[in-house]
């Protein structure tokens, strides 16, 4: 019996047709050789948009840290050629100089107050401002986040307008309620003034953090709230036992900004009290300020000491963070996000 021929089936036109579009879409391989032009320019742009970065590193981060640490090392007042060299010299008498100790605690308290204050006002703003319900949100933005922009020093100035004892804003409201006599000097005290700086860079600052918590809070699903609602959950429980545990991880980071932050103070020091009263209000920053520019002869080295004394203090507590964060992100698996 003859078999029946086989024939093949033609191919569809349709699948012919896609196929060969497919194709005349894909485009060409390069040769080698040019392919390796490619990457080579590539090298040249990346190494272009370096160096301007890199020149700025050198020039205003890296020499300046490396000339700070020689100059510890000398009694040297800024000028001239460094020929005293005192060994750890500057070391010992920053360790022992009281005031230096004095600065360092009053930096601590203000950066613990401010942060105790900003961090938790900030965080309340922030979960009202990712409601739904809330109209005018960019309005808000701009009202909370504007005190930023303004300069520090511009700050400081105002507010020592407004809380000038003898005609100021503030003195003339109290005065007006019947509370004081107008007369009431905030920064002749200790407390009131330190208590007036926590709140004027708390005011400063407040828009900022209250942005780092709003980028925290888009983080954690809304599955999870609405399965929390139908099981009846509160708002307050919502927070507790959903919100907060999930931004653990970025609220200890948020945490050490606040800190580090607050422990370079400067500006509002010297525009405000000027360290005083006497040195009651004196931190690290204008102690060392005070130590390398504020009498003659300048003492540089004296004040480069002290500066890395600090930022060692400052790096020990930046590092700490790891083993907070890594706690934190332990938790947070447990909720399966």
Known sequence: MALAPTSSRPPDAASTSVRLRSRARR??????GNRERAKGRDRLWVAAFLVPFLVLYLGFTLWPLIATVSYSFFDWSGTGPLNNFVGGGNYSRVLGDPLFWQAVVNTLLFAVGTTLIK????LLAALVMTRKWLRAKKALRTVFFAPLIIPVAMAGLVFTYLLNPSNGA???ALHSLGLTDGTTDVFANRWTAMLALILISVW?????????????????PDELYEAAALDGASEWQKLTRITLPLIRPVAVVIVMLALVNAMHVFGLVVT????GPGTSTYVVSYFIYKQAFGSMPFAYGYASAAALLFSVMAFLLVTSQGLFVRHAQKLRKEYGV
């Open 27 to 32: 485009p060409p391989l390069p040769p080698e």
């Open 170 to 172: 503030l003195n003339s």
């Open 119 to 122: 961090l938790p006002l900030s």
């Open 272 to 275: 405000l009290t000027g360290g």
């Open 204 to 220: 400063q600052v407040f828009g900022q953090y209250m942005i780092y918590w709003m980028a925290a809070l888009q983080n954690v």
